[in-house]
């Protein structure tokens, strides 16, 4: 498993543009599928984004395609999700999750995941 550190959550306003960032310890980072989720309350946690071990394939959901873009930096053991024409609907907890040669065949969940950071609150007001 990976320690998991969340950063960059804040206050912006709708169509404005923030990126977080997750940190993880450990030398195997690169083998890790790296994920973002996100949770309101009294709502399940969602996904958002994902992105592969090896080839660094990317997914998202549908409500973020051609808004965020989640990328990672092996040298730094870091995946990023920058997030871009942010809407009030895009308020939630967001949360980093990591599984060693995780592969996907279908829209990730959350038991996909072993390893979960914090979370990071990210506001997005009208």
């Known amino acids: 498993q990976v320690q998991l550190v969340e950063s960059g959550g804040g206050l912006v306003q709708a169509g404005g543009s923030l990126r977080l960032s997750c940190a993880a310890s450990?030398?195997?980072?690169?083998?890790?599928?790296m994920s973002w989720f996100r949770q309101t309350p009294g709502k399940e946690r969602e996904f958002v984004a994902a992105?592969?071990?090896?080839?660094?394939?990317?997914y998202y959901a549908d409500s973020v395609k051609g808004r965020f873009t989640i990328s990672r930096d092996n040298a730094k053991n870091t995946v990023y999700l920058q997030m871009n024409s942010l809407k009030p609907e895009d308020t939630a907890v967001y949360y980093c999750?990591?599984?060693?040669?995780?592969?996907?065949?279908?829209?990730?969940?959350?038991?996909?995941?072993?390893?979960w950071g914090q979370g990071t609150q990210v506001t997005v007001s009208s």
């Open positions: 999750a990591a599984d060693e040669f995780l592969l996907f065949t279908r829209t990730p969940v959350m038991s996909d995941f072993g390893s």
């Open positions: 450990g030398r195997t980072f690169r083998t890790y599928t």
């Open positions: 992105i592969t071990w090896g080839s660094g394939r990317t």
